[in-house]
């Protein structure tokens, strides 16, 4: 009766589909107010004075300002930079200044209109040259919230034997996670006071510590519960933070629930995006395409407040070599302030941009060397026993070579190169064809010594009425979490997979398992499951009791819980002794176990207009392990799909810092038309520290069509791009460049 | 959201008679067809203590009537609609791709003719293909009937030349005196659908003896504050056979007759690069 | 005014420019209905009326008096799922969920029509209802599989 491996339907997804799933704006809470946000409109500057008209009913409004806060005014992450409620100091624009709570929605944002802020505003900075050429300090005094240096053999030596020497500059810029529902939480006062909140969120202990802080309160008086969550991919990770500081405070001052769901316009502008970047690249190279240097030079775009940036960059610089062996490599990276709203989390967290960099590079070498990319990459690709740039020795699960295999023999790849060159050089026909090739790895779990940090804990619990429940403060946010917890619990268990159920995240209920982030949550959490689920089962075999019917589970229930209402079985994240990291060198195993997907992208530019339609995508993803197939490829399809939106479409347009195409008519995700067909290899190749040999599944899928996308449309238009997104105009322009240079 | 229902007035007529009354009467009234532009903006908050003229009891304005002359598209017919008649279909075929195109199926069951020509958006999709059909648009008001060619009807970005009080009732296709020997409808969007058009195109032109271009008409969207007819280009290839020569200058004459600008959507570069290349396959054959 | 929703005849005496995805979830009780967006891009708050699919978000209740809505709750119930709500849980057609509901009406409406079950079609008649978790081919396959008469069945 195992459960692992099968495609278990999804947990929760009667109640989903049937419209009974509550997510926080189809909460009805009596007496409830709606709480908006007065936002800054200017840069960066000072706050000279608030004015609210004169005749407009502000007694049937509570307000809640800097002053009102009882504990500290920040947003507790990683610094204590960010303010919650900006208070004289602006440094950014819809900085959060003022809230506002009424029983009416519309009236509660009519009221904005009504309010004057003056400003002293100060001349911006807004581009990472300019933070970098720290034209304005704003952060300590050089605007660098981190910067990170790896070293490995020794680099000028590489040069020195080179054969090859090849560089190049790659940028890529916002992207908006477009959940579809937008960021919203409620708050009440319970009347023992404790402050609780509910809503859309991936992350119920970061929004508890968060609380903590902001009310002075014991942890034990703040209480947190997640609701249906229409979406996340990061930007439900640290966001929720923000706005559920602001329910409770309202909340608070109101002495009655007030809920904040942002709409569109709001949500878009104001909250977090992914990190823009520029990566350079300088790449020596023997004779045969072997790499014997690579020097990479990493810079991001932090925004206002440091927020996650330490790690997106910590993420993105690990992952900048791509999944190949060389002797010598250097990573400096550095991510800046700039007075624009802070970035943060976005699935890839950071890798996305680096192994958009160093694949697109690995054309470049291709072309420079002239050898084709496929043969460049089986050279330099990661094996057992393979070295990586922080001198992580790679003993098991490597499966680069057989996802690249796979995915060019399925797709075609060798075959299509010759036939499309030729095609291209017909000027008759109405298209330009291209396909390119990409290959990524991807750590699972937090960075470094970072779950050692976090400590997670999880557990499994039976009632005295007989219900097995994960505990786990991993949110369901439609990656599967639910099924999979299950699924993995069922069968540590040797129960059947109904009889599993997931306790909802509630800081009074469950233990704090981590964020739901870093595709973490199967590796590590659902290994803290497994375990849990193990102790269970030893303590019952102790009693000589084997689950074999429902009965056998009442007799459980009554063995271990004896007069109390339920047993926990909670077990605590435990470093496996083997993994050595060293935070101050960037030396060690900067993750358990990586995962790998190489895709191959088939696409036809049209010669009238430079669109990009693409026909196929072909990709083989090795996950370890797929807990529930359908579930996984559900994972690498979506994932992807962002992928296609972040090569081709997404274009965050920034005026004056601030996002001014913030709605879906115009920031354009990809429709069902605009994503293709796409052809799914799920490799296994076990991990024996994850549970069934499972690694990470979330974000993998995001960092292959970049690179693979944009290779073919340099292939198809005969063009070098090396910026995303590859949009029409850009193309074109590239096209009149090239035009212009021969 | 931020619309305030309580502050709206709204009349609720149940016959164009009596919705040009109440116009007539109140002329700051906003006309309301199938409010899907005009409610996005009202969901953001702006247009809270409006009065609305609901135009949905106003049966007799979403007939659609073929006729020995032409169609007669009643104002409040849906793209939809419009989409799915048959004489539209067999002789309007530019003006259903046109309605195909404009947002999805949801959009499409919703938005109608008339309030996309009231809207009078530079992005409007349908507009090229009226202006290629010469579309004729009758209006209303308590100041009597009017008929205007549609190319009379747009004043400017989000402007016509309606007056106070002033209803469209229907639109007039006429049928084309003879078959053209080639059409084309194109948009290009900002995705492969559901899009705001970067440049939208609708071109007929009938091939004569020899090869002599007897009738052609082009047309644009989202090239200027209002779609036009490229008149000039027209102009340089009616009486002429298709050359190189005459195809070069009808190219370049494209750009007298718009102006596109560089926005959030795309450039002015690609719009006319874009625009060129539709014409030039158009007028070449091979689009 | 007097609504049909659902088979039952309801009425609402509130203010007629309320938007009908209020009415469905603030008077009606209906919050299966989602808002994406309020721009009629996103598609999650699609219901049917007098059978075809629209964005409730941008319709005040008003126009729409005297006709017959369809939500999401007309569909199933979780313990008896309609065929095509038993083809998304085969195919994996939910993740998230949030635009699922706006899915499953377009989705009606096509097969009701007599809409085909080849994919190109499929994605043509879902290209008003954004999806971002599902990359849209296990919905594409959820509805093909509904068009073809299957809902659930055996597990793979």
């Known amino acids: 009766m195992t459960s692992v491996g099968v495609s278990h339907r999804r947990k929760e997804g009667p109640e989903k589909l049937c419209g009974l799933a509550k997510y926080i704006d189809d909460l009805s809470l009596p007496g409830c107010l709606h709480g908006v946000t007065l936002r800054s409109t200017i840069n960066c500057g000072t706050i000279k004075s608030i004015d609210f008209e004169t005749g407009f009913p502000w007694q049937e409004y509570v307000r809640v300002s800097a002053m009102d806060i009882p504990g500290r005014n920040l947003v507790a992450l990683i610094e204590e930079d960010q303010p919650l409620l900006a208070d004289r100091k602006v440094m950014h624009p819809h900085e959060p200044i003022l809230l506002l709570a009424h029983p009416d929605r519309a009236k509660a944002y009519e009221a904005l209109k009504h309010i004057r802020v003056q400003y002293e505003a100060l001349e911006p900075v807004l581009t990472m040259e300019d933070s970098l050429a720290v034209k304005r300090a704003l952060y300590k005094e050089n605007n660098v919230f981190k910067s990170f240096l790896i070293e490995k053999g020794d680099i000028v030596k590489g040069f020195e034997s080179a054969r090859y020497t090849v560089e190049g500059e790659y940028r890529v810029w916002h992207q908006e996670q477009a959940y579809i529902e937008n960021n919203g939480m409620a708050a009440w006062v319970e009347p023992d006071g404790t402050v609780t909140v509910q809503g859309s969120m991936q992350c119920p202990y970061y929004i508890h510590k968060a609380l903590v802080k902001i009310f002075g309160l014991p942890e034990e008086k703040i209480r947190v519960i997640q609701s249906a969550t229409g979406g996340g991919f990061g930007g439900k990770e640290e966001y929720p933070s923000m706005i559920a500081g602001h329910a409770a405070l309202l909340a608070w001052k109101a002495k009655k629930p007030v809920k904040i769901v942002y709409d569109r316009a709001e949500d878009m502008p104001a909250t977090t995006k992914r990190h823009p970047a520029i990566v350079r690249h300088k790449t020596a190279l023997d004779k045969n395409g072997k790499l014997l240097a690579q020097d990479i030079d990493v810079v991001m775009d932090g925004g206002a407040y440091a927020t996650l940036s330490s790690v997106v960059l910590s993420r993105g610089t690990l992952h900048a070599a791509g999944p190949y062996e060389c002797p010598n490599v250097r990573v400096r990276s550095r991510v800046v302030a700039t007075n624009t709203p802070p970035n943060g989390a976005f699935r890839g967290f950071g890798a996305p941009q680096t192994l958009f960099a160093v694949e697109l590079h690995m054309e470049k070498i291709a072309r420079a060397v002239k050898i084709d990319s496929l043969t460049l990459r089986r050279r330099n690709l990661w094996k057992e026993g393979s070295t990586t740039a922080t001198g992580q020795v790679l003993s098991e699960s490597v499966g680069a070579c057989e996802a690249l295999e796979h995915t060019v023999k399925k797709s075609g790849y060798v075959r299509k190169v010759k036939e499309y060159a030729s095609w291209n050089r017909n000027a008759k026909k109405k298209t330009w064809k291209g396909v390119g090739l990409s290959l990524v790895h991807h750590g699972a779990g937090f960075t470094g010594s970072g779950e050692v940090y976090l400590a997670s804990k999880a557990g499994l619990s039976i009632t005295e009425d007989g219900r097995l429940q994960v505990l786990a403060a991993s949110t369901e946010i439609g990656q599967g979490t639910n099924t999979m917890f299950s699924q993995i619990a069922a069968d540590a268990l040797g129960v059947p997979f109904d009889w599993v159920e997931v306790e909802n995240p509630d800081t009074k209920f469950v233990p704090n398992s981590g964020p739901t982030v870093a595709s973490r949550t199967t590796m590590v959490v659902g290994g803290l499951v497994r375990r849990a689920a193990l102790a269970m089962k030893e303590a019952l075999a102790k009693e000589g009791l084997v689950l074999k019917t429902p009965s056998d589970v009442k007799k459980a229930a009554k063995l271990l819980c004896g007069s109390e209402p339920i047993r926990r079985f909670i077990v605590q994240y435990e470093k496996p002794a083997e993994i050595v990291w060293d935070d101050a060198t960037y030396k060690g195993d900067a993750y358990g176990a990586y995962a790998y997907a190489a895709l191959v992208a088939d696409l036809e530019i049209d010669k009238t207009t430079f669109e990009v339609k693409i026909n196929k995508l072909t990709t083989a993803q090795d996950i370890g392990k797929a807990v529930n197939p359908l579930l996984a490829e559900g994972q690498i399809i979506g994932g992807t799909a962002q992928g296609v939106g972040y090569a081709l479409l997404e274009h965050c347009v920034y005026k004056d810092g601030a996002m001014v195409n913030g709605q879906f008519t115009n920031y354009i995700i990809p429709t069902a038309m605009d994503t293709p067909a796409m052809d799914v290899k799920i490799v296994e190749k076990p991990y024996s520290r994850g549970p069934f040999g499972a690694k990470g599944v979330g974000e993998l899928p995001m960092d292959t069509p970049g690179p693979a996308i944009a290779a073919a449309v340099n292939f198809a238009a005969g063009v070098w791009i090396t910026e995303l997104p590859l949009l029409p105009e850009r193309i074109l322009k590239a096209i009149n460049e090239t035009q212009g240079q021969r | 959201m931020r619309g305030a229902p309580e502050t709206m007035a709204v009349l609720r007529p149940k016959s164009g008679a009596e919705a040009v009354k109440l116009y007539g009467q109140q002329t700051k009234a906003v006309p309301l067809a199938g409010g899907t532009d005009f409610m996005v903006l009202w969901n953001l908050g702006l247009l809270n203590g409006r009065t609305i003229l609901d135009l949905s009891g106003v049966r007799d304005w979403r007939k659609i009537a073929a006729a020995r002359t032409g169609v007669l598209v009643g104002s409040l017919a849906t793209h939809a609609e419009i989409g799915r008649h048959p004489t539209v279909r067999a002789e309007f075929p530019l003006l259903v791709s046109a309605c195909a195109t404009i947002g999805a199926a949801q959009i499409q069951n919703r938005g109608t003719l008339g309030g996309n020509i009231a809207n009078a958006s530079p992005a409007g999709d349908t507009f090229p293909s009226l202006l290629v059909y010469e579309a004729v648009v009758r209006t209303v008001s308590p100041r009597g009937k009017r008929k205007l060619p549609i190319s009379e009807v747009f004043a400017g970005v989000k402007r016509t030349t309606l007056g106070p009080g002033e209803l469209i009732e229907a639109v007039e296709l006429p049928f084309l005196d003879k078959r053209p020997s080639r059409r084309l409808f194109r948009k290009v969007g900002t995705r492969l659908a559901q899009a705001i058009s970067k440049t939208v195109a609708a071109g007929i032109l009938r091939l004569g003896k020899g090869g002599v271009v007897e009738d052609f008409r082009f047309a644009l969207g989202s090239m200027a504050p209002t779609a036009v007819r490229l008149t000039e280009a027209e102009s340089a290839v009616v009486g002429f056979k298709l050359t190189p020569a005459v195809v070069d200058e009808a190219c370049r004459r494209l750009e007298r007759s718009v102006s596109p600008i560089d926005d959030i959507r795309s450039t002015r570069e690609y719009r006319l690069e874009v625009s060129r290349n539709i014409l030039r396959s158009f007028l070449e054959g091979n689009q | ?156």
């Not at chain 3, 603030?26 to 299966?32: A, I, M, P, R, V």
């Not at chain 3, 994605?123 to 999806?131: D, F, T, W």
Request: net charge positive.
């Open chain 3, 1 to 156: 005014m007097k609504l049909k929703v659902n088979g039952k005849s309801r009425s609402f005496a509130g203010a007629p420019f309320k938007r009908l995805i209020e009415v469905l979830r603030e008077d009606f009780g209906l919050t299966g209905t989602k808002e994406g967006c309020g721009e009629g891009e996103c598609g999650a708050c699609t219901v049917l009326v007098d059978g075809e699919p629209v964005n409730s978000c941008l319709i005040p209740v008003c126009s729409v008096e005297g006709r017959r809505i369809e939500t999401v709750e007309s569909l199933g119930n979780p313990g008896k799922l309609s065929p095509l709500q038993e083809a998304f849980m085969e195919r994996g057609g939910a993740q998230c969920g949030i635009c699922t509901p706006g899915m499953l009406m377009t989705a009606t409406a096509w097969i009701k029509g007599g809409g085909s079950a080849a994919p190109g079609a499929i994605r043509e008649c879902l290209a008003g209802n954004l999806c971002r978790c599902t990359g849209y081919q296990h919905i594409v396959d959820s509805v093909a599989r509904a068009v073809k008469g299957k809902g659930g069945g055996k597990r793979r």
